[in-house]
């Protein structure tokens, strides 16, 4: 449930942000992942999002979230639910933002969702990172920056979590050693790119149907990196309809030998679902460093 004094702080934050008074009427709860409560926010002036999870837990989770859909919001190319506000009350972080509604989709909806994530990826900055640390579900994403590709993707991606699958004793020493190997392979694997405004934690789960028919993308692990990552986690956990590669390819094409390198970019996020749900995804990790 909501209190009191989160509703006035939720109210005065819509209220700012619509320059209208905001009452709120009722909040119901709904879906919101596996370590956030959510809810619908009813107000006189319609649905708001709401999410809270524990703020001693996770203490920046939802100022670096909003951060990252500001930076989103200011590509102006994939749609998203406008970040409202963020805070903290009672010992528990909040997020708030637009409400979404769910709608049907628009006959060329993959081929818009190409586009769309095509003009985001074209957005660039001198660096690879992002201006803070950050996280990908409840894990802590590093996003010290580098004007290198394979080395930020060996330092702060694959290196800290397979060192934290061992550390937990769910890899072995030799697979710690695999991964350590591969890192040495990446200038060779990864042609020179800049950098590309990721999405990343691009799958399924993290898009829905906007009431105008086309793709809407919330919880993002945002951060400047390489465009193959974004489009290889749209292949795993159900993977994308083939129309939206076609699409993506004919207006941005990846460079030769981006087929080779899916399974690389896809140890990291199933490295993260590893360490977060356990030893389902170590055959999958294992059979792509078998390649390498």
């Not at 992002?130 to 994403?141: A, D, E, R, V």
């Not at 793709?215 to 986690?233: I, K, N, Q, T, W």
């Not at 993506?248 to 490295?271: E, F, H, S, T």
């Amino acid at each position: 449930m909501i209190d009191e004094i989160l509703q006035k702080q939720l109210s005065t934050a819509i209220t700012e942000q619509l320059k209208v008074k905001i009452l709120i009427n009722d909040a119901k709860s709904i879906h919101g992942g596996d370590i956030n409560q959510a809810y619908r926010i009813n107000t006189n002036e319609g649905y708001f999002f709401l999410k809270m999870n524990d703020a001693e837990k996770y203490p920046d989770m939802f100022a670096q979230e909003y951060m990252g859909m500001l930076e989103l919001k200011k590509a102006d190319a994939l749609p998203i639910p406008k970040p409202l506000a963020y805070g903290q009350v009672n010992g528990q972080s909040y997020y708030l933002s637009e409400y979404i509604t769910k709608g049907q989709t628009i006959p060329d909806f993959w081929d818009d969702f190409a586009l769309l994530l095509a003009r985001q990826h074209r957005i660039t900055q001198p660096h690879f990172g992002f201006i803070s640390p950050n996280y990908i579900g409840s894990l802590k994403q590093y996003n010290t920056p580098y004007s290198n590709w394979p080395v930020f993707f060996a330092f702060n991606r694959l290196l800290p979590l397979i060192r934290m699958a061992y550390d937990q004793k769910i890899v072995d020493k030799s697979m710690v050693q695999q991964v350590e190997a591969l890192c040495k392979q990446l200038p060779q694997l990864f042609p020179s790119e800049p950098p590309a405004l990721l999405h990343g934690d691009l799958w399924s789960g993290n898009f829905m149907v906007g009431s105008n028919g086309r793709a809407c993308v919330f919880d993002p692990s945002v951060y400047y990196g390489h465009r193959e990552m974004d489009l290889a986690m749209t292949r795993l956990f159900g993977g994308f309809d083939t129309r939206f590669y076609y699409a993506y390819q004919a207006v941005y094409p990846l460079q030769p030998g981006w087929q080779q390198r899916i399974g690389v970019c896809q140890l990291y996020p199933l490295l993260v679902h590893l360490i977060l749900f356990g030893g389902n995804y170590y055959g999958s990790i294992k059979e792509i460093l078998q390649s390498y």
